[in-house]
């Protein structure tokens, strides 16, 4: 019997520098495993945040580019344009695409640029030391929420796969989590079917998947995976929110995916 | 091809698709979004990219990503866009990246205008955004040479991976003149294959580029400063660029002054020699790397009792003239800042009154 498990040609064979419990591994490994399935390493461009993961270039095999703090969607914009055979994508935390970034990523949906963005929520600024983020969770304690997010004060936390669906555009914007292998395998079926779209050039694509910052949250990676599945997940809701064949969706209401 | 009439922000746009750049993103702002409206017409003709992005924030990411793909790319703006674009600018110095950004410059600080002012030179020169980096910043006095420089800033962008910029005030881009555009100035891009990430298919090659600017080890990011600056020393040695006039005979005071301020101190010139007084001058065309040896020299002349750099600002090329001039003779300031270009009457009273003193 042969080998079942391999390291994806467009992962690369070293140690990672993050943290115990951090979902950055399984992201960038599921991210590793559709290229390797779509066979488009040769032609990939990825995109490098602010945050945890600007040094991810180090775990991928293929070109990247390193974008400034949540600039990346203006980046591959850039390069959709003059090179729409390139298969880009940008890979952001939620400090660099819902803060910083706000601009560029509703611009480039809203053009409906046909490169994918694989977002990564964990409730908190990873690299800089654990301060609040647009989606850091109400009364969530951080470095700079140290008596927890007060909403009257900072607002709720930023819905983007949500925000995202509400325009016109068609778009392909889906939430799924990396919690367990039931989610996990689903958000690889996700990711594939956003860079799916995009070779098609069909249209802008979107994964967010809630993660964990075991580290910043002050627990172990085990605490972690709970308060991400009983704290977020419930304002986060798990799904498709927008399809270009069936436009907006509710996973909220239940429908959890295009029929 | 013969000379055609065209507006200055036109002239750059065709003489940029000329020069063989067909991709352009930017931001419309005054008084230069003629190039983006010119370009949103002529580009899709000749099968090139336009996109008007969402901020000059975006736009120049927009050329960083397109440019560190391997492609020839340029954008156009002014005053306070090439502010927001700055940031973008520092990153693509850092990471090496060839492109082309214009500056039709208006009055500032904050909004101040939207007429012509000259007052961006310390951000164009001397910085802008953060950390150590230089652009090649090159000044057209005419229409005709906004467009040569134009089309010679892309082969020289790619020889030296660093970002050249155009700055010209409003008066370039809004005025018209008779233009023509060399054919012998069309190049073809640069083989980017041994850096771009355009694509490990592209290249045929079995490993991958990067585009960045990280550096966290100190000695690492302090050998790339000095592989950076390197370059910048090269621009010095090799691209330093500037024009006299009336520097013959013996001048009694010597102007500096560069883009559309340097053609009304010809007249003053002019004027003066009608009157029996000589006046010389040095018109730097490139503004980094600066023409230090040539104001020297000219300031040196033993007829020459001071030199005086007239500039459409509060007094900022007058320090790097300072610098030139090293203390050998007096430096002088004059300059307006509101818009209104100032007046040969006006220089003219102005260097009598330094003369008689």
Redo the contacts between chains.
Sequence with gaps: MGKAFHRPEALADVVTHYCPGCTHGVAHRLVAEVIDELGIRGRTVGIAPVGCAVLCYNYFTFDFQEAAHGRAPAMATGIKRVRPDLVVFTYQGDGDLASIGMSEIIHSANRGEKFTTIFINNAVYGMTGGQMAPTTMPDQRTTTSPFGRKVLETGMPVKMAELLSALETPAYIVREALTKPKYINRAKKAIHKAFSYQLNKTCFSLVELISTCPTNWGMTPGDALKWAEEKMIPYYPLGEYKTPEAGRLNPAAGRKHAE | MGKVLMKGNEAIGEAAIRAGCL?Y?AYPITPQSEVAEYLSKRLPEVGG?F?Q???E???????????????R?FTTSSSPGISLMS??IS?ITA?QCPAVFINIMRGGPGLGGILPSQADYFQSVKGGGHGDYRLLVMAPASVQEAVEMTMTAFPLAEKYRNPVMILGDGLIGQMMEPVEFPDHLKSEPSNKDGWA??????RRSST???????YLVPEELNAHNLKLKAKYDRMIREEIRWETYNLDGDYRMLIVSYGTMSRVCRTVIDNFKAKGIEIGMVRPKTLFPFPKQAIYDAAAKASCRAAISVEMSMGQMVEDVELSVKGLKPVHWYGKCGGDVPTPEEVMEEVSKLMAS
């Design positions: 991709n993103f990219v996109l992005g969402e901020s924030v975006a736009v120049s990411y927009m050329i960083f990503g397109a440019s560190a793909c391997g492609a790319v940031e973008g990153y990471a990430t355009n694509g490990m298919d592209t991958r580029n990067l585009v960045r600017t990280l």
